[in-house]
Nanobody
């Protein structure tokens, strides 16, 4: 059974940085497509960034337009961990951030989320 645990959220001023981590418990971490989503209360969950599985090649990354050039998604297969480096944070980045892991059959798993608040 796959378990995901996010950490690294908190309160940061506009223009600041945070790095989110998502610890993966289970097998064959490198075979999962991974992504970060965020959700504001009352709104739908939004895909922020994704990175493909890395069995035979380096992961391919993709970002929603609003975070391109500011956020970087990465994975460390040796540590079974997914990261999201967030720079130049804006108040509109405030949300609960969730990591997601999807296996080759399309079965997805979610973490419990971590709150990010960007405010002065």
């Amino acid at each position: 059974q796959v378990q995901l645990v996010e950490s690294g959220g908190g309160l940061v001023q506009p223009g600041g940085s945070l790095r989110l981590s998502c610890a993966f418990s289970g097998f064959f971490f490198s075979s999962y497509d991974l992504s970060w989503y965020r959700q504001v209360s009352g709104k739908e969950r939004e895909l922020v960034a994704a990175i493909t599985r890395t069995i035979s090649s380096a992961g391919i990354t993709n970002y929603t337009d609003s975070v391109k050039g500011r956020f970087t998604i990465s994975r460390d297969n040796a540590k079974n961990t997914l990261y999201l480096q967030m720079n130049s944070l804006k108040p509109e980045d405030t949300a609960v951030y969730y990591c997601n892991a999807r296996d080759w059959q399309g079965l997805g798993y979610w973490g419990q989320g971590t709150q990010v608040t960007v405010s002065s």
